[in-house]
Antibody
């Protein structure tokens, strides 16, 4: 079955960076884009960006432009998210999700909690 | 930015009853690019509906979606105990996909 397994929880200080990973399985890795969506406590879900796994092309929400990089490692079949210059309001659960052929999300990872605190 | 507003914020119903959840867009959603998700505490969202009315794989037929333009509805007939959760709508027609704030479906 389709699974997306994410890396574990992180605690970071403001101004630092975090790298999260997502490892899909159960389908051909190169055939679906992967998105990142975050859920800040008490706020609505927020789309961050995506990577087209076949060619590495990325799209980012303007909210995160300059702070966010999404990459993929085709040999390791892994997608990564790097978020820089962390702030306390980046505290959230971060999800990777498979593109359902149209910018909706048909399978989700289990989520990674990131806490940004001094 | 295309904004989504869900109503009601909380819906209190009993198992066996039917539920109607609303999602209203600030402008017309092209091609009815609306999806609905269910989220239980501590879990990731689960896709229920896409394209406004298409059930995702494995979703029971008691879940149905409808609507067009700016008004969309998720209907759940004959609520089961496992259906009590938070439901989000999402649009993916705009330059940036956005989500509604959620409707909590709780047991009465």
């Amino acid at each position: 079955q389709v699974l997306l397994v994410q890396s574990g929880a992180e605690v970071k200080k403001p101004g630092t960076s975090v790298r999260l990973s997502c490892k899909p399985s159960g389908y051909a890795f190169n055939t679906y884009a992967i998105h990142w969506v975050r859920q800040v406590p008490g706020q609505r879900l927020e789309w961050m960006g995506l990577i087209h796994v076949d060619n590495g092309n990325t799209e980012y929400s303007q909210t995160f432009q300059g702070r966010l990089t999404i990459t993929r490692d085709t040999s390791a079949r892994t997608v990564s998210l790097d978020l820089r210059s962390l702030r306390s309001d980046d505290t959230a659960v971060y999800y990777c999700a498979r593109d359902g052929r149209g910018y909706y999300f048909d399978y989700w990872g289990q989520g990674t909690r990131v806490t940004v605190s001094s | 930015e295309l904004m989504l507003t869900q109503s009601p914020g909380t819906l209190s119903l009993s198992p066996g009853e039917g539920a109607t959840l609303s999602c209203r867009a600030s402008q017309s959603v092209g091609n009815a690019y609306i999806a609905w998700y269910q989220q239980k505490p501590g879990q990731a969202p689960r896709l229920l509906i896409y394209g406004a009315s298409r059930r995702a794989t494995g979703i029971p037929d008691r879940f149905s979606g409808s609507g067009s333009g700016t008004d969309f509805t998720l209907t759940i007939t004959r609520l089961e105990p496992e259906d009590f959760a938070v439901y989000f709508c999402q649009q993916y027609a705009g330059l940036r996909c956005t989500f509604g704030q959620g409707t909590k479906l709780e047991i009465k």
